[in-house]
Structure formats: C-alpha cells, structure tokens
C-alpha cells in the first residue's frame, strides 16, 4: 500500500502580498492543499475560486479553499502575510504599531490551534514580528523564521546580472541583518562566476567605470521603495521568495537561504535574543545549522548595529507579550 503525505500550507491575509504568494504557490503546484484565511472570509473564497478557476493549466493539481484557525492544527507551514496597508513613505518601523495590532491576535489563534510546523512571518517589520511570533507561539525556534533578507539578497543578485547581463544565479552570496535600512551587503564573501565579486569588478574596470559596491548595495536597500514608486506596492518578489522558502522546506531540499531566525551565540556572531537575516540550512525540520561567513571587523561592526535597531524595537512591544 502507498502511503501519501498530503501536505497542507494555510496563508493568513489575503491582500496584496498574500495573494501573490498563493498564486506562486499554486502555479508551482508546491503543495496538496492551500487553505486561505482572511478576516474578510468572502476575500478568501473568492481568491481560493479564481486560483482554482485555473487548474486546467498548471502542472500539478493543488485543492484550494478558504479555512478557518482550526485547519492550522495539521499544516505543514502557516505563512502569516496579514498587515496593514502601506501609506505612501512610510517605513517599515512606522507601521509596527498597527502591524503589531493585527498579527498578535492572529499569533494567538495559531498557538491555540495546536499548530507545530514551520511558521512564515512576512509581515513587516518582519524581523521583530519574527521575534514577537516565536515568543507569542511558544514554537521551538527553529520552526519560526521570517522572509527576511532573502528577497533582499534575490534583488541584489538581479541588480549584478542586470549590470552585468549575465545569470544572476551565479552570483553566489547573501544580503544580512535587517529586513530594512540597515541591512547590508558583506562584500568579502560576495563571489561571481568563480572569483570574488570585488575581484570581478576590478578586473573589468573599464566596462563598470561607474558601478561601486556601494552603489550596488545602495540599489538592493531602495529597490523595494523604488518598486512602490512605479506600482504602488511590491508582491510579485516577496511572493516567489516565499514560495522559494515553501518549497525548500516541503521537498526537505537543505538550501542556504538567509532568512530572519533567532541568533543566540552562534559563532562569530555573538548576539543573544533577535531575530536577524543570516544563512541557514533550510530543511523540513526549520532552520537547522548557520554559516559561519567570518566576517570582517567592519562588517561584524555593521551587524551589530543592525541587531541593535532590532533590539530596540522589539523593546517596544515587549509589554504586548
């Protein structure tokens, strides 16, 4: 007899975002079962018959509806996308108040549930809502992780192979720290097609007279506002880093992807008690064992002061838990 595991992905929000990530997923056909969750239930079953109105035409069948908290019970991953809607210029950090509003009670609906899978923040600012949801769930930190800076590290790689029209996949590194201002690139562990990045660069120097590291890292920080500028909000990214994360975690694939998830003494690091964007191996268990990248002291430097604008945050919210 065949013995099948049907796993099951629930999504919490249904706007923007959360719908874009559905979207990836079905396409992908990364699950069995997508069930939607919307404080707007008609929003959910709406989007759950437009995803299913397309079945003919994708690769693999996913069974799609929309659900209440009790299907978190037995998902493999709940992703939480649910936030506020951005104002225009407004910062991550000035949206946590109303974000913090919306997600604990969603937090607490998933811990009484008896929820114990993987558990996808997304919602900004995603690294102290990380910090927040594994405090708040009470889930083995390995099972609690935010998108973090693997969008961020996604676009730093497309900004590389626009510049240089080539794959970006070869490019081979990661963006750290913070989903956010003080997210930075560690230049000294960047490399590309077999060479370090800094190396590439200065081998080439007449073809990229006006590209800097700084320029390029300057780029990967502001792209997100550039892209609300032309469209009025990012989904399409965020989605498929999502789904990527999905993806890595039901196929027990073991990537290193830089996700936001509880740095407590590993390594070099030498930070306790915050959720930080940093290389992981990524498996059907959650987050298994770090890189360490070695940084140098300027770039240890850099993200020290990222866990410190963390820190401070979560300081903030702390009398919610």
């Known amino acids: 007899m065949v013995t099948l595991h049907k796993s099951r992905v629930v999504i919490i929000g249904t706007g923007s975002v959360g719908a874009a990530v559905a979207g990836a997923i079905v396409l992908q056909g990364l699950c069995n079962e997508l069930i939607l969750i919307d404080h707007k239930p008609n929003k959910a079953t709406g989007l759950a ?52 509003s919306i997600v604990d009670p969603i937090l607490s609906h998933i811990a009484r549930s008896g929820f114990d899978g993987i558990l996808i923040m997304v919602t900004n600012p995603v690294d102290v809502l990380s910090w927040f949801a594994w405090k708040r769930t009470g889930l083995p930190r390995t099972q609690v992780i935010g998108s973090g800076t693997a969008l961020d590290t996604s676009r730093m790689k497309a900004i590389i192979g626009e510049m240089t ?81 999905a993806k890595t ?6 990537r290193v992807i830089s996700v936001s998830t509880l740095v407590d003494g590993q390594y070099e690091y030498d930070e306790h008690d915050v959720f930080l964007s940093l290389p992981v191996t990524l498996d059907a268990n959650g987050v298994g064992d770090f890189v360490d990248l070695h940084l140098t002291d300027d770039e240890l430097a850099k993200f020290h002061d990222s866990a410190r604008i963390i820190r401070e945050h979560c300081a903030m919210i702390a009398d919610r838990l």
């Open 49 to 100: 018959m437009d995803l299913m109105d397309g079945s003919e035409f994708i690769s693999r069948f996913v069974a799609i509806r929309e659900g209440d908290w009790s299907d978190c019970q037995s998902a493999d991953i709940v992703i939480v996308t649910a936030g506020p809607k951005p104002k225009p210029g407004e910062t991550r950090f000035q949206e946590m108040d109303a974000a913090i």
């Open 165 to 245: 029209r080539l794959d970006p996949r070869m490019v081979s590194g990661y963006v750290i720290g913070e989903h956010g201002d003080s997210q930075f690139v560690p230049w000294s562990t960047i490399s590309f097609i077999g060479k370090s990045f800094t190396q590439y660069l200065a081998d080439n120097r007449p073809r990229y007279a006006n590209v800097t590291l700084q320029g390029i890292e300057e780029q990967t920080r502001k792209r997100a506002m550039v892209i609300k500028r032309l469209r009025g909000g990012t989904s399409e990214g965020i989605a498929v880093t999502v789904a990527g994360l």
């Open 249 to 254: 975690i039901l196929w027990n694939e073991r």
